[in-house]
């Protein structure tokens, strides 16, 4: 199961590891129920994930047409996943990091 917060403002999706095709595969239909028509915005919280696979990447396009006008992002993504997201051009469900990356001088 994927742990999931509804709080009033927000429906927060957590998802941890590896997001490989079997690992969708397993909580694809929790994720389809939670994010049907929602009430708020929907964010997947990807902290900790190190890897996605174009199975996930699908389930982020049918969260993000459920979500409509509600809204869908995607926080805490690593360096590695956020590339997935860039190569694939759906780097605008992204949300900003929060903080500013500094380069050491």
């Known amino acids: 199961m994927t742990p999931t917060c509804a709080s009033e403002d927000r429906l927060v999706i957590g998802f941890a590891a590896?997001?490989?095709t079997a690992r969708c595969v397993r909580v694809e239909a929790d994720v389809r129920a939670?994010?049907?028509k929602p009430d708020r915005p929907v964010v997947f919280d990807l902290a900790g994930v190190d890897f996605i696979s174009s199975s996930f990447l699908r389930l982020c396009i049918y969260a993000f047409q459920q979500a409509g006008e509600q809204g869908f992002r995607v926080v805490h993504a690593g360096p590695s996943v956020k590339r997935v997201f860039k190569i694939a051009g759906l780097d605008a469900m992204l949300e900003a990091d929060e903080a500013p990356t500094?380069?050491?001088?």
């Open 102 to 105: 500094t380069v050491p001088s």
């Open 18 to 20: 590896h997001m490989d």
């Open 34 to 36: 939670a994010v049907t």
